[in-house]
């Protein structure tokens, strides 16, 4: 008896990858999924007492789930989009080493989802949440917060690794539960997979 593939795991190449540019359905999910990591990252942060150079938001969640359903491509584009326009629109300075590490939230997700952990499904999702904020939040957004901000801030950039690292454990532990959730259910996994069908 044939087992029919996960709709959340297909086989992946880069050029299918690439190629979901030109499917409008992606274009629009991935649209709608900027305007949400925006909304969640710049409106909707959760006010932190302790230090305003730690922010608590769920603004890697939809880049998250970009880059486990539609690739590392998709997933790349939707952190980098979200975090310019945002920028933008909140007035923040445009940091390139932020925006790089958005990007690679969604590319390093994409990439463990679609062509390192595949399977089990949770399995999938725990390595693209954990090692997307590690590469992408930990690393690469600390290193753009230091080259701009740390000289403000009476620490040094291993203690904002470290601390960012203990935000991000648990962030990322809320996160990786709400994709499951979501991707658990059989209408949501549904459309899913006729998105990320080749056919525009």
Known sequence: MKTQQSPTAPKRTLRKDLAMFGNVRVLT??????AMSLILGKFLQ?????????RISFENLPVIFAGFCFGPVVGGT?????????????GYTINPIITLGAAAVGIVSGIMANYIVKRPRWLSIAAATFAAHAVGSVVVKSL???A??????????????????????VI???????IYLLTSHRAVAGIIERLRTLRS
């Open 29 to 34: 999910a991935a649209a709608l999924l900027a």
């Open 46 to 54: 959760i006010p932190n007492p302790l230090s305003d150079i730690f």
């Open 78 to 90: 939707v952190g980098a989009v979200a975090d310019i326009v945002g920028c933008l629109l909140y």
């Open 144 to 146: 753009g917060l230091a």
């Open 148 to 169: 701009w901000y740390l000289s403000s801030y009476n620490m040094g950039l291993v203690e904002l690794m470290l601390w960012r690292a203990l935000l991000y454990a």
């Open 172 to 178: 990322g532990t809320a996160e990786f539960l709400l």
